[in-house]
């Protein structure tokens, strides 16, 4: 998915040949994981879903199947601000610094009846799944990284490890036992990615997720265009530039954070606020910052109390 993962364990000297092993044991699961949900890969089960569009359903690996499920239910939930068939319209986007394309509005409007999550069909008991129109296509790129750094701590934890960092591309999952030292991370500048961090923030078994617009994004004459797009209109949204989401696993933080960027800071938070072990940090394209009841309990000066 073009992202490095990198996994700090903490283990006692003895361990490091089981260690190893266990990397490496988690490094092929995540790898079996792309393999299945990638749109990147070209023998994908996410692939031949959409080059079936419009034609017939696919059979879908039980792994696939989950994570459409999830998404579904985040789709649900967010009212459609989170939705993976946004790639009909997502796809005319090319966001790189070299030869942007931006679409045309006529060409977003003939797109644009192609998103719409409630048209996916998911028949979990036959295993397939199908797109019921020719040109319809989904792509996971807002939840996905988050399942694999939670493929890659399921595997850690079989294997008795339980302590550790994953960092799938900004996408953090920890675990970390009850006498051990909580894990820090840095919150991201969104105008300054590689400058000092705007806070720190300690957590134990969690995740931590940002989705921000300076990850993939191109100013053209003065205005930013980035990969987070409204479903509803089919262009990059506006208002939110960071919002960084703590939960209990890293799918459903990426998935959230990405939601909560669509709705922005006012119906983000009120969404956040329903949802037990969420919380989220919103940060404004003015710089100011919104953050849900219990997210300061996880910043770095006043977690010194946090259990
Ligand atoms: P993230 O960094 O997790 O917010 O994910 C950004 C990626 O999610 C983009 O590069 C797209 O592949 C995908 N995406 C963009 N907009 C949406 C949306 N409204 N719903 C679901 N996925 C999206
Ligand atoms: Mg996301």
Same mark, same amino acid.
């Given at each position: 998915m073009g992202t490095v993962v990198i996994i700090k364990l903490r283990i006692a000297e003895e361990q490091l040949p089981h260690a190893q092993h266990a990397l490496e044991q988690a490094a092929s699961e995540m790898k079996n994981l792309v393999g299945i949900v990638s749109s990147w890969e070209p023998d994908s089960d996410t692939t031949a879903l959409n080059k079936a569009a419009g034609m017939h359903p696919v059979s879908v690996r039980p792994?696939?199947?989950?994570? %459409?499920?999830?998404?579904?239910?985040?789709?649900?939930?967010?009212?459609?601000?989170?939705?993976?068939?946004f790639s009909a319209v997502g796809e005319l986007w090319k966001i790189r610094p070299v030869l942007p394309i931006i679409p045309t509005e006529e060409q977003i409007a003939a797109a644009l009846p192609l998103v719409d999550y409630r048209k996916l069909v998911l028949d979990a008991d036959a295993g397939t799944?199908?797109? =019921?129109?020719?040109?319809?296509?989904?792509?996971?790129?807002?939840i996905a990284k988050g399942s694999v750094a939670d493929a890659a701590a399921a595997s850690l934890l079989k294997n008795g490890f339980d302590d550790f960092m994953i960092n799938a591309g900004g996408d953090v999952r920890t675990a970390c036992p009850v006498d051990a030292e909580p894990w820090t991370l840095g919150i991201t500048n969104p105008r300054d990615p590689r400058g000092d961090v705007l806070g720190e923030l300690t957590v134990r078994s969690?995740? !931590? !997720?940002?989705?921000?617009?300076?990850?993939?994004?191109? !100013?053209?004459?003065?205005?930013?265009?980035?990969?987070?797009?409204d479903p509803r209109i089919g262009k990059p949204t506006q208002g939110c530039i960071s919002v960084t989401v703590i939960g209990p696993?890293?799918?459903?933080?990426?998935? %959230?954070?990405t939601a909560f960027f669509v709705l922005g800071p006012e119906?983000?938070?009120?969404?956040?606020?329903?949802? =037990?072990?969420?919380?989220?940090?919103?940060?404004?394209?003015?710089?100011q910052t919104v953050l849900?009841?219990?997210?300061s309990s996880y910043l770095k000066e006043k977690s010194d109390t946090h259990k």
């Amino acid at each position: 998915m073009g992202t490095v993962v990198i996994i700090k364990l903490r283990i006692a000297e003895e361990q490091l040949p089981h260690a190893q092993h266990a990397l490496e044991q988690a490094a092929s699961e995540m790898k079996n994981l792309v393999g299945i949900v990638s749109s990147w890969e070209p023998d994908s089960d996410t692939t031949a879903l959409n080059k079936a569009a419009g034609m017939h359903p696919v059979s879908v690996r039980p792994q696939l199947m989950r994570i %459409l499920q999830k998404a579904n239910n985040i789709s649900i939930l967010s009212d459609g601000a989170f939705d993976i068939t946004f790639s009909a319209v997502g796809e005319l986007w090319k966001i790189r610094p070299v030869l942007p394309i931006i679409p045309t509005e006529e060409q977003i409007a003939a797109a644009l009846p192609l998103v719409d999550y409630r048209k996916l069909v998911l028949d979990a008991d036959a295993g397939t799944a199908f797109l =019921p129109q020719a040109g319809m296509q989904i792509d996971l790129g807002a939840i996905a990284k988050g399942s694999v750094a939670d493929a890659a701590a399921a595997s850690l934890l079989k294997n008795g490890f339980d302590d550790f960092m994953i960092n799938a591309g900004g996408d953090v999952r920890t675990a970390c036992p009850v006498d051990a030292e909580p894990w820090t991370l840095g919150i991201t500048n969104p105008r300054d990615p590689r400058g000092d961090v705007l806070g720190e923030l300690t957590v134990r078994s969690g995740a !931590v !997720v940002t989705s921000g617009d300076y990850e993939k994004s191109v !100013v053209l004459e003065g205005k930013r265009y980035h990969h987070i797009i409204d479903p509803r209109i089919g262009k990059p949204t506006q208002g939110c530039i960071s919002v960084t989401v703590i939960g209990p696993n890293a799918e459903t933080a990426d998935a %959230l954070a990405t939601a909560f960027f669509v709705l922005g800071p006012e119906k983000g938070k009120a969404l956040c606020e329903t949802l =037990p072990d969420v919380e989220a940090m919103f940060i404004h394209s003015d710089f100011q910052t919104v953050l849900s009841s219990g997210f300061s309990s996880y910043l770095k000066e006043k977690s010194d109390t946090h259990k």
